[in-house]
């Protein structure tokens, strides 16, 4: 790879890592309490790659550098994961003592500079001795609190797949970036060599770039679409699709069970509902299911649970208390796994999209 070129990467993904940071914290939309959380170890990040990558003298940025801001990360991280999942820890009276690593840091860090300012003593072996001292120690505490938020997330029991996937996988590319960091570490002193270091920048790098969609954006949708659930699940009588008025003597008593999982269990607002799904709630052949539903009521599966997704959606669209969420949380409470099958299936049926329709009942 072309060296400017890579200089280009580190420094676009140190930008946007701190256009995240902001944004994380100064837009209504993105801000909570978590996400402070998450601005801060992402500002840490982007600050960190930068400074590491191009390891130069950058007057108060390098003293800030030198703070071992490595401590202060794993922290910051772990509250965030610790909001997400609402864990009890946060409100014990010990966890501020996870602070005082970078406390004592910074504090040894101000001793040095004070005794090579005022004093003007200098000794390079101890410099370099309290640098590796405080660098495997970072290493060590990182991985003790990461690998700590990790197996609290996979216990908890409080937040939704999604969510939760989104923080494991967080997680582990953390995890990846610490081994990295470890790495390096082990590669200069054996073979005074930085491959292993250019490469953590790298994916420093990425990661940045990657929290932008999955962390900030996608993320939201699942917050967005959690809350209007939660939302519906406190009026559900209020909420519920009208039942349809069909006469049991002219359909199959498997097309009327079918009707019965759709209006009572909502099973179409699982986006990953299948065929064999409820072929076997029917009891029942996928081929057989299918025969019937074609013949009964003239679609195919796909098309009858996508029916019932459209009247969740064109509610919730119409109802003005979810206009301050977005059309794509809208589409995944209703059973749609992406954004592109809501529009399409969306538009396909009404023949405009769902952002036109709910602006069409607005001015209606």
Wanted: aromatic content about 16%.
């Amino acid at each position: 790879m072309n060296i400017k070129f890579f200089d280009f990467i580190i420094i676009a993904s140190s930008l946007i890592g701190f256009f995240i940071s902001v944004a994380l914290v100064a837009s209504p939309f993105y801000k909570s309490k978590a996400n402070t959380y998450l601005s801060v170890s992402l500002f840490q990040l982007a600050f960190l790659t930068f400074m590491g990558w191009y390891d130069t003298d950058f007057g108060i940025l390098e003293l800030i550098s030198n703070f071992t801001l490595e401590f202060l990360f794993p922290v910051t991280l772990l509250t965030y994961f610790l909001i997400q999942i609402e864990h009890q820890y946060l409100k014990k009276h010990w966890y501020i003592w996870l602070y005082i690593p970078i406390i004592l840091s910074t504090g040894i860090e101000i001793c040095i500079v004070v005794s090579q300012t005022l004093f003007n003593v200098y000794d390079v072996n101890f410099d370099d001795l309290v640098f590796d001292i405080k660098n495997n120690t970072a290493i060590i505490y990182n991985l003790f609190l990461i690998f700590w938020g990790r197996y609290l997330v996979k216990k908890s029991s409080t937040i939704s797949k999604d969510k939760k996937l989104w923080l494991l996988r967080l997680n582990l590319y953390i995890i990846f970036i610490i081994f990295l960091w470890l790495f390096s570490n082990i590669e200069f002193y054996l073979f005074d060599s930085e491959h292993t270091t250019n490469l953590m920048w790298f994916i420093l790098s990425t990661l940045l770039w990657w929290v932008l969609y999955y962390g900030v954006f996608k993320l939201q949708l699942v917050v967005q679409k959690d809350e209007i659930h939660q939302y519906l699940v406190s009026k559900k009588t209020n909420t519920n699709l009208p039942k349809k008025d069909v006469n049991q003597n002219e359909i199959s008593k498997i097309v009327s069970q079918l009707y019965a999982l759709m209006e009572d269990e909502e099973l179409y607002k699982n986006p990953l509902l299948s065929r064999l799904d409820l072929a076997n709630r029917l009891e029942t052949s996928e081929g057989n299911l299918s025969k019937i539903i074609n013949q009964e009521i003239n679609k195919s599966v796909i098309q009858f649970v996508n029916d019932y997704r459209i009247e969740s959606a064109k509610n919730l669209l119409h109802n003005p208390v979810f206009d301050k969420y977005s059309v794509e949380a809208i589409g995944m409470e209703a059973g749609f796994k992406s954004k592109s099958a809501f529009y399409n299936v969306f538009k396909n049926s009404l023949g405009i999209s769902p952002g036109a329709y709910r602006k069409q009942n607005k001015v209606s």
